[in-house]
């Protein structure tokens, strides 16, 4: 919540009133800065799309019509902008995107909470950052960004059973790094 009336540091951002902007940026700083660091490859590049995810919504907020979550609004365009940072030439021939075999089975993913309760937020977002380019951005999309197997498809132009299969794929790697983890804390615990 903020510690400002919403609509108030909203009008004012309508109006480019910087004391606004600057509201906003500080209140949103943490939450965004997580979401771009899921996606980017290091910290640097997470922090230069977070500023250019703020521009856009700066630049973009009188199309904001005061209906559903301000939040939400401000979240799809840092989440799309970091969509674009990857589909973007240079990043795009970097990663490679890799197409698996689609499958017709569903996963869960849910990773069992007393593992995740086991590690920090930077090791978690560590392990995520190791994952492979584009089973790391289909288990940000879908896991913390609320995605459907469809949105992912559609936005990395894969089909629907590459997106879950990648999804899977994080899951399994991801549950094993954790596992790892907790074994290697365990033994040091016991010397």
């Given at each position: ?143 913390f960004d609320g ?12 089909t629907e059973g ?30």
């Amino acid at each position: 919540m903020l510690p400002y009336p919403e609509q108030e540091i909203i009008a004012g951002c309508k109006k480019q009133h910087r004391p606004s902007q600057e509201k906003l940026y500080k209140q949103y700083y943490n939450l965004f800065l997580k979401i771009c660091a899921r996606y980017a490859m290091n910290m640097e590049d997470a922090e230069q799309l977070m500023n250019d995810g703020f521009l856009k919504i700066f630049k973009n907020i009188s199309g904001y019509k005061n209906t559903g979550s301000f939040e939400g609004w401000m979240k799809r365009i840092i989440v799309n902008n970091c969509l674009d940072y990857l589909k973007s030439r240079e990043t795009k021939n970097a990663i490679k995107i890799s197409h698996a075999q689609p499958t017709n089975e569903t996963f869960d993913v849910a990773v069992q909470a007393d593992a995740l309760k086991a590690i920090q937020f930077k090791e978690l977002l560590g392990l995520i950052q190791e994952l492979p380019a584009t089973t790391k951005t289909v288990f940000n999309m879908y896991v913390f960004d609320g995605y459907s197997h469809r949105e992912i498809s559609q936005n990395l132009e894969i089909t629907e059973g590459t997106s879950s299969w990648h999804l899977h794929h994080a899951r399994n790697i991801l549950q094993k790094q954790i596992k790892k983890n907790n074994s290697e804390a365990m033994k040091y615990e016991h010397k």
